[in-house]
């Protein structure tokens, strides 16, 4: 049997992509007009989308499953479910991330001198959320928003060091690119170097990513004692040698507690 405004039919081997594109494009539409009236009944839902009513039934129902929408009773009417509450949260979370934690690499920049970034763990990498730069810099390259390996930067390897056995066995199981000499691509290796990451409290990266880029980073802790970002300085190899980016690190721990604190960290991890 096909359906006549063609989103049915068989598996996701066998579905177009643009079928695909058009499926998830009216599920975000349903998302937004029930969020827009508060509750909607399916026949009023399905007149929004341009669908028959026994589609409109389906996604919502599919939308129901992950708590995206929740079905009122016996009405016939839908309303947004706790699933978006947590995805706002997590949302929420990050921008409060960003947002407190700018001032905290301006601070960082001013003491150090170099460029200090904040970064959260988004997906297979790591994205930069802010930025300062020190007054030794010599290059504005702004990294906010973008998304940088986790097994060649700092940064990435704080992240990637605390997160769960489980997504860390799965990330390591991954081809790594190499983007140096100096970038660690054997799991085995990249194991002993995330433990001694834990043992020691920072990571470094000496032209892992970048020939001539030198970095060092430490863990910012949630409220629930995880790991939740990493605070970053960056520079020139030879203004951030070996020696000087291991005698900043107590000047970026002390910034990454004090952040940690405003975030609700209470001192304690699991």
């Not at 009216?26 to 007009?33: I, K, P």
């Not at 960003?98 to 990498?125: F, I, S, W």
């Not at 991954?174 to 990571?203: F, K, M």
Request: hydrophobic letters at 40%; charged letters at 25%.
């Amino acid at each position: 049997m096909t359906s006549t405004d063609g989103d049915d039919g068989g598996s996701g081997r066998e579905r177009s992509e643009p079928s695909l594109v058009r499926s998830v494009d009216r599920a975000v539409t349903a998302l937004e007009v029930v969020a827009a009236r508060g509750e909607v009944g399916i026949t009023e839902l399905a007149e929004e989308l341009g669908v028959h009513k026994s589609t409109a039934s389906r996604l919502v129902a599919a939308l129901a499953r992950r708590g995206m929408l929740e079905q009122l009773g016996d009405r016939g009417k839908v309303a947004l479910g706790f699933g978006v509450v947590r995805l706002a949260a997590s949302a929420t979370g990050r921008m409060d991330i960003a947002r407190l934690g700018q001032p905290t690499c301006q601070q960082l920049a001013e003491l150090v001198g170099e460029t200090c970034n904040l970064a959260v763990h988004d997906g297979e990498a790591a994205i930069n959320v802010a930025q300062e730069f020190g007054s030794a810099s010599i290059t504005t390259q702004n990294w906010v928003g973008r998304r940088t390996p986790l097994h060649a930067t700092s940064a990435g390897k704080v992240l990637l060091a605390y997160m769960g056995d489980a997504e860390r066995r799965t990330f390591l199981r991954r081809r790594l690119p190499r983007y140096t000499e100096s970038t660690i691509t054997e799991p085995a290796a990249l194991r002993t170097e995330l433990a001694r990451v834990v043992d020691e409290g920072h990571a470094r990266s000496f032209e892992e990513l970048e020939v001539g880029l030198h970095a060092v980073a430490v863990p910012v802790w949630g409220a629930a004692g995880d790991v939740v970002a990493a605070l970053s300085a960056a520079g020139p190899a030879y203004r951030l040698p070996r020696r000087r980016a291991r005698a900043i690190v107590p000047d970026l721990r002390s910034a990454a507690e004090e952040l940690s604190t405003r975030l609700g960290w209470l001192g304690e991890t699991p």
